[in-house]
């Protein structure tokens, strides 16, 4: 489990609402849902307003087969115009992982697995290079994969199994360290003992025995794991778990110029400016069950705030009528505006990402669970959302898992819906109980904007319950460090997760196993309870995710109710805006980001 | 002329190494672990080690100095191959050769920077002349309050109110953006004239304030009289007698802010989305890239240094009075 990388990738969303800062905008979040009228008849995000997501599910071989569907209206050729705010990190499909750049490789990139999106926003797993999504024997120890016919790499060679092989050994090289790392520390060792296994990659000729990651025909990939992996067919999806071409590899330099294997290649690439990704001749549509490849060209460039990007969507002149922003958020200054512009209906969409931020108790210091308790009944969600920017920019929270989960289920132990500012009330009777009234709480943020406005609206509400809030700014640049310190001196603290796949074995394990309490971990209440660790152990070893699923949402739930080591606060969303000439633009669900693979100009 | 041009060269050269020593030990001073750029997220002392071994920073910080300013000279070896002179290292966040990124941004620094200067430079100074001609007039007073207006605003809230006017509004202007000129001439005109007006706007204020009061402070001296009571036209003693005199201080502080300019005009790439040395100075510092930081800084150092010194070889021309010997 690379936790650490799961902040990382939050960041794009989190600046993004750091710039909601000054946010003025839109109607307080009081019915629990947001309350941000269009923005809401907007969400029709996986899990939103259902009482059990069903949005995710493993596909079958027909479904791993291409073409994608047609896209209806699509048209072919014109030059689809990106507008970012940060450069993207990396190109090299290795070392990728925050959304931005997820969402780019798929037009270049193509991994075993891959995620298939329907128009109603429903994900399927299913085989990209692959011929399906894998098949598992040994008790989900060993996973199968074979490659279709047909696929070729931007230069017309065959994509082979080796060429999966290659991609995948060259994570254990000393340079690949940025990406996800599942797959590695599932064939050879945990943390980055993996690396032990093959320390130089395959570059000095060695390769990992059969015995790990066999490839006994150029079709066929077989993963030995020294344990079960349900989420196999999630893992594979991951943007390293690809094909490198070995003449191609060309190590830390391929980060800036890979080789392609789906729809567009690389044609220009100035680092940090821009980057145009052109048709690749050598892409076989019929192979690929997810990606199209309708414009002739993606010219993306970067440098732009998002009040630059919300401007030119809204005044949709020019080449900007035939642009859009991967990650871009609509400016929360110009929220009222784009939703008030009647022109933008068709062009924009509000969705929950798989992001979700969290007030943490540490529970060395907060023994009593009453107080815990307290302390999430006072907690003011509906107020905090409003600091962050309002109801396009995150959803009311109401327990751990964030509908863009499996398995989701929208209960609310705390009754957040009921009492978004909170339940003062009923927290000072419980603090009398528990005779704690007056307690002392030190409440840790960091030093930015946002987080100082959030800090008033939450010591007012605690305060209002019978605490006495004693605040501690940390300097943004150190705050994380410091609140994943098992000794730091603090009560309270915000914590953000984000999912790098929709099942909650990738939030629950790290958040709340004893085992993985550390300094830098995240499991930041310090939670150590053996009964909680071993249900965690048996729902990791169900092979089915989806029984799985409603499992770790029923785990979740029994920690908040009773061992209470944090409150939910809201759930991100992504409120993206683009131009009219644009068709299929569409929002990735498990990226949390707008999606290119379908879009076509009009 | 030689004489001089060569002693303020030397000059030059000592200053411009002074600064960058001291930006680069001020670096090293400051707590920062450049490797952990280059190491990304699952990093490990082992590759720590490897990195600093590869970048060369496990060598004492002078040793690296020497390195990196002869490099410029020279060219310098690294793990990953030869980087040929002007050899200004590898970017510590993206690996790339720094001296490329600095011949790709630097033209779009070059456009923001001539551009502007060219509209400030004779507006303001144009708008200073009518104000000084007409001093005591309406015109005068309009074109001083006009100033003090343009003094008191700032470019990332009229490049803001500028965009949506003429860009979104109206439709008038193109969004700023770099086109080479040798591609296409009049998209880069175009895409220019936003940040050059707003820019303007700024600077314009100042130097039409400056070239008023120094006309105003010319014509009252005594040459101008003079040459009044001779009988010279009124065009000839202003422009060649008053303008000439008003001319030497303007030209210095243009040549600063020239200087300044050429080291990125920060504010104005940020507010219009455009890349050059600016936003490169500001990325290298917030990730730490030493390399890039240097080379950002000894471009916009030499640019100060070298417009300084053109500046002070026009005043000869400019006021004979001035001896360069």
Redo the contacts between chains.
């Keep these: 489990m690379?936790s650490?990388?799961m902040f990382?990738r939050r960041r794009a969303r989190l600046s993004a609402a750091a710039l909601a800062a000054g946010a003025l905008v839109l109607s307080a979040c009081s019915s629990g849902g947001g309350g941000g009228g269009d923005g809401d008849k907007q969400s029709q995000g996986p899990g939103e307003d259902k009482t059990t997501s069903a949005n995710y599910s493993i596909g079958t071989k027909a479904d791993s087969a291409g073409p994608a569907p047609e896209v209806s209206g699509a048209k072919k050729g014109g030059t689809v115009g990106v507008l970012q705010r940060d450069?993207f990190?990396h190109l090299d499909p290795g070392?990728i992982?925050y959304s931005d750049v997820l969402t780019n490789q798929m037009l270049y990139n193509r991994t075993l697995t891959s995620y298939k999106v329907d128009d109603k926003g429903r994900v399927k797993v299913v085989g990209d290079l692959a011929t399906d999504a894998g098949t598992a024997s040994d008790g989900g120890k060993t996973w199968k994969f074979t490659l279709k016919d047909g696929l070729k790499f931007e230069d017309g060679s065959p994509i082979t199994s080796k060429d999966v092989r290659w991609g995948i050994e060259r994570l254990y090289a000393?340079f690949?360290?940025?990406?996800p790392?599942y797959i590695p520390q599932w064939l050879s060792g945990d943390g980055?003992a993996f690396?032990k296994a093959l320390p130089e990659g395959p570059y000095d000729g060695k390769h990992l025995p059969a015995s790990v990651l066999d490839t006994p025909d150029d079709k066929t990939v077989i993963f030995h794991f020294a344990k079960p992996h349900a989420d196999t067919p999630f893992a594979t999806a991951m943007p390293n778990i690809g094909p490198v071409k070995a003449e191609k590899d060309t190590k830390?330099?391929y980060?800036?110029a890979p080789f392609s294997s789906g729809p567009y290649k690389v044609a220009d690439y100035?680092?940090?400016?821009s980057l145009t990704l052109v048709r690749n001749e050598h892409w076989d549509p019929k192979t690929d069950p997810v990606r199209h490849q309708y414009p002739d060209k993606f010219e993306i460039?970067?440098?732009?705030?998002f009040?630059?990007s919300t401007?030119?969507f809204?005044?949709d002149?020019?080449a900007?009528k035939n642009a859009m922003s991967f990650s871009n958020a609509v400016a929360p200054e110009m929220t009222e505006k784009v939703l008030g512009q009647s022109d933008t209906k068709a062009r924009r969409f509000v969705e929950i990402q798989p992001y979700v931020d969290y007030i943490s108790f540490n529970m060395d210091r907060l023994g009593d669970v009453r107080v815990r308790k307290a302390l999430a009944l006072a907690m003011p969600n509906g107020q905090i959302v409003q600091q962050m920017g309002g109801a396009t920019a995150g959803l009311l929270a109401t327990n751990y898992l964030s509908p863009a989960m499996d398995g989701y289920r929208p209960t609310d132990p705390f009754g957040k819906k009921k009492s978004p500012a909170g339940d003062p009330e009923k927290a000072k009777q419980l603090l009398t109980e528990a005779g704690k009234v007056g307690q002392e709480i030190v409440y840790a943020y960091a030093n930015t904007d946002v987080q100082q406005k959030v800090a008033v609206v939450v010591t007012q509400a605690l305060e209002r319950a019978g605490f006495k809030v004693q605040k501690k700014e940390v300097d943004s640049n150190t705050w994380r460090t410091a609140i994943a310190e098992v000794k730091n001196q603090f009560d309270i603290y915000r914590t953000s997760w984000g999912a790098d796949w929709p099942v909650s074995s990738t939030v629950v394990p790290p958040l709340f196993d004893g085992r993985q309490i550390a300094d830098g971990a995240q499991n930041y209440s310090h939670l150590n309870n053996s009964k909680i660790d071993a249900e965690i152990d048996r729902i990791s070893a169900i092979p089915d995710v989806k029984q799985a699923a409603p499992e770790w949402q029923k785990l979740a739930d029994r920690i908040l109710t009773d061992e209470v080591a944090g409150v939910p606060v809201f759930y991100n969303r992504q409120f993206s805006l683009w131009g009219s000439n644009l068709g299929g633009v569409k929002y990735h669900p498990v990226y949390g980001t707008a999606d290119p693979t379908g879009a076509f100009v009009k | 002329m030689l004489r001089f041009l060569l002693r303020r060269s030397l000059g030059a050269i000592v200053i411009v190494l002074l600064i960058s020593a001291i930006t680069f030990f001020l670096f090293f001073a400051l707590p920062s672990e450049p490797a952990l750029m280059s190491?990304?997220?699952?990093?490990?002392p082992?590759?720590i080690a490897?990195i600093n071994k590869n970048l060369g920073l496990d060598q004492p910080v002078p040793v690296q100095y020497w390195h990196y300013m002869s490099g410029i000279v020279t060219g310098r070896d690294f793990t990953?191959g030869h980087c040929p002179a002007p050899c200004f290292g590898y970017s510590f966040s993206?690996?790339?050769p720094v001296w490329g990124?600095i011949v790709?941004?630097f033209p779009t620094t070059l456009s923001i920077t001539l551009g502007g200067a060219a509209v400030f430079l004779t507006v303001g100074v144009g708008i200073g002349m009518l104000a000084a001609a007409f001093r005591g007039t309406w015109i005068d007073k309009f074109f001083s309050s006009l100033s003090l207006i343009g003094n008191a605003l700032q470019i990332y809230f009229v490049g803001?109110i500028a965009?949506?006017v003429f860009?979104?509004?109206l439709?008038w202007m193109?969004?700023p953006a770099y086109h080479p000129i040798t591609e296409n001439p009049v998209k880069w005109f175009t895409g220019m004239l936003i940040p050059w007006l707003v820019l303007s706007i700024i600077f314009i204020a100042n130097y039409s304030r400056m070239t008023r009061s120094q006309m105003i402070e010319q014509l009252a001296e005594d040459h101008v009289r003079t040459a009044r009571a001779k009988g010279l036209s009124r065009r000839t003693v202003f422009f060649r007698y008053a303008w000439r005199g008003a001319m030497a201080p303007i030209v210095t502080i243009f040549g600063i802010d020239l200087g300044s300019l050429f080291g990125g005009a920060i504010i104005t790439?940020?507010t219009f989305?455009?890349?050059g040395l600016g936003?490169?100075a500001v990325?290298s510092v917030s990730e730490t890239d030493l390399p890039t930081l240097m080379a950002v800084m000894l471009v916009g150092c030499t640019a100060i240094v070298v417009a300084n010194i053109v500046v002070d070889a026009a005043y000869a021309f400019i006021d004979p009075r001035v001896r360069l010997a």
Excluded at chain 1, 301 to 305: A, E, I, L, Y
Excluded at chain 2, 39 to 44: D, E, S, Y
């Design positions: 690379t650490a990388t990382l450069a990190n070392q992982y000393p690949e360290t940025d990406g790392l980055n690396r830390q330099k980060d800036n100035k680092v940090g400016k460039s970067f440098g732009h705030q009040a630059d401007r030119r809204l005044a002149q020019g900007d | 190491c990304g997220k699952n990093c490990t082992d590759a490897v990953v993206n690996q790339q990124t790709d941004r803001v965009l949506a860009v979104s509004g439709h193109d969004n790439e940020f989305s455009l890349h936003r490169l990325s």
